[in-house]
């Protein structure tokens, strides 16, 4: 049970996020990360000091897993779609918990970025699994898979994520003040089909061949609590068609837990993974790495019973091509482009609490 004051806390701090973000988008291109490398910079690296590789529950992704869990503090789900030629992004979020929102993300291919909360006045969520408002829904259809419409005062979109290949589905991660959260991504990578009006656009855009994502948050956990120092998390879409996913919580000690995994036409493996942060930037108050490199000497293969096996090793480095920083002050949002091989494109998130951010005697 959710106890009236913890939903108090996570009403305010998702309002302050959603403030921040209204403001930047606002301001259009200053949101956009002027990185530079700033060595001697009093802002002090947001770094991990040491990976925790006890295994988290996991098995393979499957649409039985998306559908909503009553009670969480927090719960999401997550869509995107990308334009490997031009880099063109939208993406789009529905929470029902701590209250609901609407919120999507337009990177054109030039020009600034935008960030825009769609005004909603319920989000539904049901087995199916389907998830359901007046912005937009996303909803899954056993014979072909995936399917986002919107509907908002700032986007309209028809897209299907066709030829999915999953991803996993793990928790409870459990990290400080007694939080829990899950993850679920049962479109890892998929081709997609259909038509986006972007903000600010009164015409489609065709986005057929593009490649889409989805995912899924849910647990006793609140994005913006300081005692814990933020996560890392990322998908690269691969130009064989496979994709590289990682995702994990870096605790207020500053210890990692996350893992690294490949997903490709034949399998889904993974493992709990080392990190190694480097190739620091910084923006405004906030320091992030350009590279983020994940190692493992074997891996598990996810099936729907659980992790069975033993799969290859894996040593994958995700590389920032395009930052975008979001800072609403208790939290700073990276949602920036980027890419593991050669021809592939992603995005990457290395979000750090306040209290994980400031200097310390």
């Not at 960030?115 to 087995?127: F, G, I, R, S, Y």
């Not at 509907?151 to 999915?164: E, M, Q, T, V």
């Not at 064989?240 to 207020?252: E, I, M, R």
């Amino acid at each position: 049970m959710v106890r009236p004051y913890t939903v108090r806390r996570n009403l305010a701090l998702l309002f302050s996020l959603v403030l921040a973000v209204t403001a930047l988008a606002a301001l259009g291109p200053a949101g956009r990360a002027k990185a530079g490398d700033d060595p001697g910079s009093w802002i002090p690296r947001t770094d991990i000091k040491r990976s925790d590789l006890t295994q988290v529950p996991g098995k393979l992704a499957e649409p039985r897993d998306d559908g909503p869990h009553p009670g969480s503090a927090t719960e999401w789900w997550y869509s995107h779609v990308m334009d490997p030629a031009t880099h063109r992004t939208f993406i789009a979020m529905l929470f029902t918990a701590p209250v609901p929102v609407g919120l999507i993300f337009w990177y054109p291919e030039e020009g600034g970025k935008t960030v825009l909360p769609e005004p909603v006045a319920a989000v539904t969520a049901k087995d199916g699994p389907s998830v359901t408002s007046s912005a937009g829904d996303l909803v899954y259809d056993p014979r072909r898979g995936y399917h986002l419409t919107w509907h908002g005062l700032f986007a309209k979109a028809d897209i299907w994520f066709d030829n999915a290949l999953p991803g996993v589905t793990g928790g409870p991660i459990d990290y400080d003040g007694g939080q829990t959260m899950y993850w679920s991504s049962p479109v890892a990578t998929s081709h997609v089909n259909g038509w986006l009006q972007p903000p600010g656009s009164s015409s489609r855009i065709d986005v057929s061949g593009w490649r889409g994502y989805h995912d899924h948050n849910w647990g006793n956990f609140n994005v913006a609590d300081q005692r814990y120092s933020g996560w890392e998390w990322g998908v690269s879409h691969e130009a064989d068609g496979t994709a590289t996913l990682l995702g994990g919580v870096v605790k207020g000690d500053g210890t990692w837990q996350g893992v690294v995994g490949r997903v490709t036409e034949d399998e889904t493996y993974g493992c709990m993974s080392t990190i190694k942060l480097s190739d620091w930037k910084v923006s405004g108050l906030f320091s992030y790495p350009d590279r983020t490199r994940l190692t493992c000497p074997t891996s598990l293969l996810a099936t729907p019973d659980g992790l069975k096996g033993e799969r290859p090793g894996l040593d994958r480095t995700f590389h920032v091509v395009d930052p975008f920083i979001l800072d609403s002050g208790l939290l700073a949002l990276p949602e920036s482009l980027g890419e593991t091989t050669p021809g592939s494109l992603g995005l990457i998130e290395h979000i750090r609490t306040l209290a994980a951010r400031l200097p310390r005697s």
